[in-house]
């Protein structure tokens, strides 16, 4: 039985009585319009490089399929393709509206035949053991349900010696950054969110579930709790933002 961590409590509309799950995947709908627009904004285009050297660190592996959770509008699926060059690229996610705007990305390119995208969430992949030669996840482990969950599942779905990698905000160990971080998170964001007509709430949401999300060691230490091997994380930009990766044993 996986254990409920004090992060999988944080929800984006606190008076629904509906799951995290339903909550996030309502949300996503929502803002789905405008999301790629509003985190190339918030971030002044650096998420672009944080994706680039999180893919980057599946080349030495030549992964051939690869799953991409929760995949939102596929940003990570289709730099993955054009980085990797797999066979095959399938992603998931909660949100329909997000899957949709992704798609439409996928036949721009052209590359429907290379890339699927499905409603899917992390807790229950409908994928047989061993599928899957790495699994990555941008800035999605932080929406997860049940954290422990959603990680032994992928790992279930990855074969012997496969890589996982994992895009997540963490909290800045500088002072002074940490202070400036917190001001952008819970002041500007929130109010760049409404000046775009877009959820507010939302924006409060995400950056509660970044605060309260375990990161750098106690993420890994996750990992390696529920099975991984080879664990190790990469702070990016001044530790704003951290790469993890973890294998699945031989």
């Excluded at 012997?160 to 001001?183: C, D, H, M, T, W």
Aim: aromatic share 10%; with cysteine.
């Amino acid at each position: 039985m996986s254990n409920i961590l004090p992060h999988d409590n944080i929800i984006p509309f606190k008076d629904s009585e509906k799951s995290k799950k339903q909550q996030v995947a309502d949300m996503f709908d929502k803002i789905a319009s405008r999301y790629d627009l509003m985190n190339r904004f918030l971030s002044a285009r650096t998420d672009i490089g944080w994706r680039k050297k999180a893919i980057q660190k599946l080349k030495k592996d030549n992964p051939q399929h690869i799953l991409d959770v929760a995949t939102g509008t596929a940003d990570m699926a289709l730099m993955a393709y054009k980085m990797l060059k797999p066979a095959y690229i399938t992603g998931i996610d909660i949100s329909e509206g997000m899957l949709e705007l992704g798609r439409k990305k996928i036949e721009k390119e052209q590359l429907g035949d290379k890339i699927q995208l499905h409603v899917g969430d992390s807790e229950t992949i409908k994928s047989a053991e061993n599928t899957f030669d790495a699994v990555m996840v941008a800035f999605g482990v932080r929406n997860f349900e049940n954290l422990e969950k959603g990680l032994t599942e992928m790992l279930r779905v990855l074969k012997p010696g496969g890589q996982l990698i994992v895009l997540e905000f963490s909290k800045p160990r500088s002072k002074a950054v940490k202070k400036f971080y917190n001001l952008y998170m819970g002041i500007v964001a929130p109010q760049v969110a409404r000046w775009f007509k877009q959820n507010k709430e939302a924006y409060k949401y995400l950056n509660e579930s970044a605060k309260a999300f375990p990161d750098r060691h106690l993420f890994t230490d996750i990992l390696k709790k529920v099975g991984y091997s080879n664990t190790e994380f990469q702070p990016l930009s001044f530790g704003i933002c951290c790469i993890y990766s973890g294998r699945k044993p031989l």
